[in-house]
């Protein structure tokens, strides 16, 4: 009991510390220094001033020149893709930008910022990265409407890439379309890649339209599936217009 008592009068404060040391660094490492941080704002605190109206001015205009970069920057690799999907096509698109586009009729229709004066007309085909988007359905000198293919009364000769079976989609206000076939039995399968059909009156065949999510072959009076569309209907800021080459009628 000596021997104990005279090794802790040698070597109790040393072992202490180093417990305290040894405790202080594994709290810090578990609340990764947040007491720390707020202890030393505690303390700082009466020696802060607060900052002045002009300071206040400068930090919010600072931080407003820092969004509008983030803002430029994500517009600018938005507009690189695009023009970058428009080189892979053989005929040259009109770039142009969504300027118009109603919280109540968000899956109907788009207002675009180019017309008339840039060579956009009726019936002219909307594309975005993705596939099909739809179809100008008015044009005034600097502005278009496109008709989205999510609209309820959208209607689109549909063939599945894989077996050519044939039908037509109809939007539903949605990023999800109905695809109804022509065939009483078609062949069709989850996942089956669905494009635009060589017998559209509207469309060109071979525009990319979605994926098949799932089928019901019982239902009446027609077979049908649900595709998932593949353009970002819902988050388009910018299109790409191409001509209409064919004459066009009623789907």
């Given at each position: 009991m000596?021997?104990?008592?005279?090794?802790?009068?040698?070597?109790?404060?040393?072992?202490?510390?180093?417990?305290?040391?040894?405790?202080?660094?594994?709290?810090?490492?578990?609340t990764q220094g947040a007491a720390l941080f707020e202890a030393y704002q505690l303390l700082t605190r009466p020696l802060q001033s607060e900052p002045t109206q002009e300071e206040r001015l400068t930090n919010a205009?600072?931080?407003?020149?820092?969004?509008?970069?983030?803002?430029?920057?994500?517009?600018?690799?938005?507009?690189k893709e695009?023009?970058?999907?428009?080189?892979?096509?053989?005929?040259?698109?009109?770039?142009?930008?969504?300027?118009?586009?109603?919280?109540?009729?968000?899956?109907?229709?788009?207002?675009?910022?180019?017309?008339?004066?840039?060579?956009?007309?009726?019936h002219s085909?909307?594309?975005?990265?993705g596939g099909l988007v739809g179809q100008i359905v008015n044009v005034t000198p600097n502005t278009s409407r496109v008709l989205l293919i999510s609209d309820a009364t959208s209607r689109v000769g549909a063939v599945i890439s894989r077996?050519?079976?044939?039908?037509?989609?109809?939007?539903?206000?949605s990023n999800r379309a109905v695809l109804q076939f022509f065939d009483k039995v078609p062949d069709v399968r989850r996942g089956d890649a669905v494009s635009t059909s060589p017998v559209s009156k509207l469309f060109p065949a071979g525009l990319?339209?979605?994926?098949?999510?799932?089928?019901?072959?019982?239902?009446?009076?027609?077979?049908?599936?649900v595709i998932e569309l593949t353009a970002p209907l819902d988050a388009l800021e910018w299109v790409i217009v191409y001509p209409q080459s064919r004459t066009v009628d009623p789907e």
């Open positions: 000596y021997i104990l008592r005279r090794w802790w009068d040698k070597h109790g404060v040393a072992v202490v510390l180093g417990g305290l040391t040894l405790s202080l660094a594994w709290f810090v490492r578990q205009k600072v931080l407003e020149l820092q969004q509008r970069q983030i803002e430029l920057e994500s517009q600018n690799q938005k507009l695009l023009l970058n999907y428009s080189k892979t096509k053989d005929q040259q698109g009109i770039l142009a930008p969504i300027i118009g586009r109603s919280a109540g009729h968000w899956w109907q229709h788009v207002t675009l910022g180019r017309g008339s004066r840039d060579g956009i007309k009726v085909i909307v594309m975005a990265p077996s050519r079976s044939m039908g037509f989609i109809r939007g539903q206000g990319p339209l979605g994926r098949v999510e799932s089928v019901n072959l019982d239902k009446s009076p027609a077979p049908e599936a």
